[in-house]
C-alpha cells in the first residue's frame, strides 16, 4: 500500500537482466478482438478492451504517446491481462482516431479520456500514459482524481519551458509542408538510443515506430504539438492523491530525469523510477526495467 512507501527508495535507477523477450510490432492484420469504435466529443475513437470484461478485475486505461497508437502497449497488455481488464485507446488524431480540426488543448484530451471510461462503464481504473498519454494522466489525476486508483506517467513532464515549447513550431510546420514522412526518421533518432536502433534485432520495433508515425494525420499531430505547448501542471501537483509512479529512460532529452524528478518532489508518496538503457520509448526500448517497475507500481496501489 502506499503508506509503506519510504522516501528511501522512491527514486530508483531500475537495473535488471534482460528477462523480457517482447515484439512490440504490429500483429497481423487489424481486426483484433476487442477493438471497438465509438463518437464521443464529435470525434470517432478507436479503442480496445482486453480481460475478462464479465469479471470484477480492477481496470487500467494505456495511453500513448504523440504519433503513436494502441499497439505501442501490446507488450504490458499481454502480461497484464489476466489479471485486470484493460482499456486502451488511440488519442485524437492518431492511429485509427479521427482529427478534429484544431486547435487542441490538454483538458479536451483529458475529457476525451473521461468520455471514454464513462462510455464503457470505467468508474475508477490505473492509468498508465506515456510521453503525452503522460501529461494527459497528470491532468486526469489533478482535475478527475476520484477516477483514478493509481497514476503512472512515463517519460513525461508537468511544464513545457519556453525553449522546449519553441520546439513544436518547427516540428509542426515540417509536418503541414512535407507531410509526416519528413518527421519519421528524426523522431526515431530522439525516441531510441543509438545503441538501440544499430542492433538489427530491434528492427521490428522500429519499423513498428516508423509506420505508426507515418499513419498520424497532421492535425493530430499539431492539434496535440500545440497543446502540449501550453503545458503547465506544476500548480496541481501537490493535489495529487493516488500512488503515483514518474518513470523516464535514462537517455530521454525530451522529458529528462530531472523533469520525473520533478514531479516526484511535487507530489506526496511517489516514485521516480530512471530505466537504463533507454530513450524517450522506454517501454518498447528497454521493456524488462520498464514493465518490472510498473507491475510493481500496480500491486502496491
Known sequence: MRSSWTRAWRRLTI???????????????SDKEGEMNIE??????????????????PWIVFSNSLTTDVTMWDGEVAQLVDRFRILRYDTRGHGQ???????????????????????VGVDKAHYVGLSLGGMIGL????????????LAACDARCYAPPEWAALWIDRMVLAREKGMEALVEPTIAR?????FQADPAN????????????ETSVEGYTGCGQALQKLDYRDGLASISVPALFMTGASDGSTPPAASQEMQ??????RCVI???ASHISNMENPAQFDAALFAHLDAA
Open 97 to 119: 482516431t479521427d482529427a478534429a480540426p484544431g486547435p487542441y488543448s490538454l483538458d479536451m484530451l483529458v475529457g476525451d479520456v473521461v468520455a471514454l471510461m464513462d462510455a
Open 139 to 150: 491532468g486526469l489525476a489533478i482535475g478527475h482524481g476520484e477516477r483514478l486508483l493509481s
Open 15 to 29: 537495473e535488471l537482466p534482460t528477462a523480457i523477450d517482447i515484439d512490440h510490432a504490429h500483429p497481423e492484420g
Open 275 to 277: 530505466v537504463e538503457p
Open 191 to 195: 525516441w531510441f538510443t543509438e545503441n
Open 203 to 214: 528492427k521490428a520495433t522500429l519499423d513498428a515506430v516508423r509506420q505508426m508515425i507515418r
Open 265 to 270: 518532489d511535487g507530489v506526496p508518496g511517489s
Open 40 to 57: 464521443l466529443n464529435g470525434v470517432n475513437f478507436r479503442y480496445e478492451l482486453d480481460g475478462d470484461q464479465a469479471g470484477d478485475a
